[in-house]
């Protein structure tokens, strides 16, 4: 039964949206979920919110393409969808591409999405919102970092990510636009064993919060952990456990890993196991055009 299942199925992410009610209770949302699509990834979403409009950033990957895409879906404050397209301006990478964290800085919306296919972050900033943009700058060169997030917490600015082992990096710098990141090497202690992000920290009642996602060998996007930050600065950081969050949606049960929120909406993304009896020949696809896309990558590095 493994093996038909390990054969025949992989994991088929969507992505979902609610008016925020209580963010400690997710399965007291009314969800409503994006239009299942042919696309085997929809997840990753991140929230803006502007001009009674809502913008949910996210990547779209199709195994038989093998490589994410950026695209955002626009909605009204009544959860209609009003476009849907891929975001422009990013191509030039010919990489992978996931996790649009996307924010505003000094009235600016910039994106900085994982590279780590080509060893190095790179800041976006938006040309013409949402849909077209620029590349501003390279925050970090020669590392591998995945699901990197930015905030400013305590008079400074932190970039923190996960290597490929899924253990936490940090940096810090005293703007986002310096050429002059620095990492850092806090004494940690951590709220469990899962360190990766899964959506951008938030601020409730003058307390940071992290949100990670439950991963390792078996349990990727297994669930989310909330976390509240004790402590943060170069020397320490230190959490608290506040909530573990399981998948609570009968459809898409299998897991969850990113969890976002604007001040009047919330997002999350969720799995099911989705079945074909051509998925070994789309699986087959995926590898050799991700192995050859990595070999190129790795010529030009």
């Known amino acids: 039964m493994r093996l038909i299942e390990r054969l025949f199925s992989c994991d088929n992410w969507n992505i979902a949206i609610a008016n925020k009610k209580d963010i ?60 849907n397209n891929k975001i422009n301006g990013f191509d030039d990478l010919n990489c992978h591409l996931s996790f649009p964290f996307v924010f505003n800085y000094n009235n600016n919306f910039y994106c900085i999405p994982e590279t780590n296919e080509i ?8 040309e013409s919102f949402p849909f077209s943009w620029i590349k501003e700058q390279v925050l970090l060169n020669n590392i591998t970092i995945v699901d990197t997030v930015y905030f400013e917490f305590n008079d400074s600015c932190w970039l923190i990510g996960s290597d490929l082992n899924n253990t936490r990096l940090f940096f810090k710098s005293n703007n986002l636009l310096s050429n002059d ?70 459809h898409y049960s299998k897991g969850i890993h990113t969890f976002n929120m604007s ?39």
């Open 24 to 83: 400690y209770h997710l399965n007291d949302h009314d969800f409503k979920w994006f239009l299942e699509d042919k696309a085997e990834f929809i997840a990753d979403p991140f929230l803006i919110e502007k001009d009674n409009l809502l913008y949910v950033f996210y990547e779209k990957l199709s195994l038989l393409h093998s490589k994410g895409e950026l695209w955002c879906a626009i909605y009204n404050h009544d959860k209609v969808l009003i476009d």
């Open 119 to 126: 060893n190095k972050l790179v800041l976006y900033r938006s």
């Open 181 to 250: 990141w620095q990492q850092v090497f806090p004494k940690c202690s951590y709220a469990s064993n899962h360190q990766r992000m899964a959506g951008a920290p938030f601020i409730d009642n003058n307390k940071l919060y992290f949100i990670t996602q439950e991963c390792g060998d078996g349990l990727y996007g297994n669930s989310l952990i909330l976390s509240e930050i004790i402590k943060l600065d170069e020397n320490n950081f230190d959490e608290k456990l506040v909530e573990q969050v399981f998948p609570f949606d009968e």
């Open 263 to 301: 001040d009047k909406f919330i997002v999350i993304d969720s799995k099911r196991r989705k079945y074909s009896i051509f998925m070994p020949l789309i699986k087959l696809i995926y590898n050799l055009k991700t192995k050859n896309r990595l070999r190129n990558n790795q010529k030009v590095l």
